[in-house]
């Protein structure tokens, strides 16, 4: 989320009109460290460190900052356990932020994610693997500031209503698998019956929310970097619940072009 | 900024109270407490065994003290795992792991080398979990170790479909295997008997209480090139356990099919495993299989014909369960 605070500082950095369409591109690593506590398959929380992987694109101008960003991380969490955890998460989130100088810009947030877990050394075949699998829409804001003569910007965004796909209460697909009509040991169909075995969700049942606080640097006009960092949290309330906590330091480098 | 604030840290707030967010402390008390707790939400046969939880909980609890060493928690734990009475159900803790021995102590008499060296032609092929060969030139001979791979069982089939048209009679023999795949049961089954009939049912646990349940839901025999529609006699022993009951409860009532031995040991579902606070893994039964009739196959498949090879004396050569099998 570099996007106005990005172009507003830009402005000033490289003497150029805000007025303009900026367009920038950036691509991040990160260390992650999170801890997840799947009830599914365990009683207390488990710790690991992930690498984050992130590209992004955003273009914006003084009226709207359209904001697309994407993410690839992995993790192995209980590697000393009996039964480890591979964690594998993918985000999409696709923003367009109202810019109101002076005051926060707002927006609304479309969010596409899931979280995939492998659990290594079960011999329980009904839950050896995990998920959740979320489509979002919600709400995203941000509020630019100045840190001494560094640029900064306070970053956050929270799903309101979301279609999520998790496992049946006993079982590794989804409940629609256990409709007469769908149940197939032959798991024909997997996917698509996977993609419509999920639920509307509101904020009393699931929850992903982002808040971060990123700094930036130029090196020269078109090139710069930056640093942020997010905290991040996810739950999902219903049955069997889920709950992550992720404290990710993202450093990211980033193309910009003015027109 | 204040509202948008506010909703962020009391949906935080919110979510944090939710009861499954606090873990069972790494304690003895905790460690049983949890696996407590994952046994009564999610065991599949609370209310068929008549188990109560409670009373369970209660006893156990109070053999827990905070200074009991972790081989004598492990001991008290499985003690109240085996009160289950079921085999899928385990304790690990990560040296040893204990589960409920679904033969109760009866000998094992059962023996291939007998089989081999006393029953079987010279046509013999070994296979990874599976032996094939003749008994004459009418009975075909199957044995299978484990429920993992199909397609050497649709070749053996094939195999015996080719060598005769005389090949009248296959015999089947289940004895001594733990189990595996129930897809595999499953594709097994269809071989002996024509698609799309009723083999049996699946019903899931949906829910934490004891009674939440899934409707049941059929499962039917599949499509296969390589069908033996002829006579077919499954030989099982107590230590036909999981897969192995599955496929006997799947053939039960076929009119081509006889079962041949001892009761089955039951095993009729799927696990799931926790992870307890101290990374010990407990694992119990989350669903269950009830055959065509509707009846449950967890307590074991009653054979049509009941043999024990338990009173042979194990040094005789003599299978009994495997010559009435040839006979009839």
Redesign the interface.
Known sequence: MKHFLFGFLLSFFIGKSFAQNVSSFWIGFSPNFQST?E???????RFGLAYVGTLGYSNYNEKRNIFVETEFASATL?AK???STRNLQAGLQFSYIFQRADR?N?GPDLQVGSLLQFRNG??????SISYLIWNSLG?T?N?PFIIGSRPCNLI?S?PLISYVIRP????PFT?RF???EN?N??LEDLRSNIVKGGKLRT??SF?H?K?GIESYYFVKKNFGASIRYQFS?L?Y?K???L?QFTHQLIFSFMLNNSK | MRSFVIILFSTVLFCSCNKDFKSEEDTPIGVFNAMWKFIDKNYVFIDFKNLNMEALKNSYSNQITEDMTEAELFEVCSNFLLQLRDGHCFLDDGNSTVRFDTSEGISDTFNLEVIRGNYLQDNIIEYEFMTTATINDSIGYIYLSDFENIEDIEQAIKDFNLISDDIAKIIFDIRDNSGGDPQVALSIASHFMQADILVGQMVHKNGPMHDDFTDPVDIFSEDSDSKFLKEVRLLTNKNSFSASSFLAGMLQHQENVQIIGEITGGGGGDAISLELPNNWVVAVTINYFLDALGVHIEDGVIPDIFITNSMVPPDSGIDRILEEAIKR
Do not use: H, P
């Open positions: 506590k009830t599914r398959y365990t009683s207390n929380f209980g356990n009996i039964s926060i707002f079960v011999r329980s075949s009904n839950n709400i804001a509020k956050g929270l049946s209460y006993s079982f409940d256990l409709l007469q149940y040991l032959g904020l009393n929850v929310l808040l949290y739950s309330l049955q069997k619940s709950f």
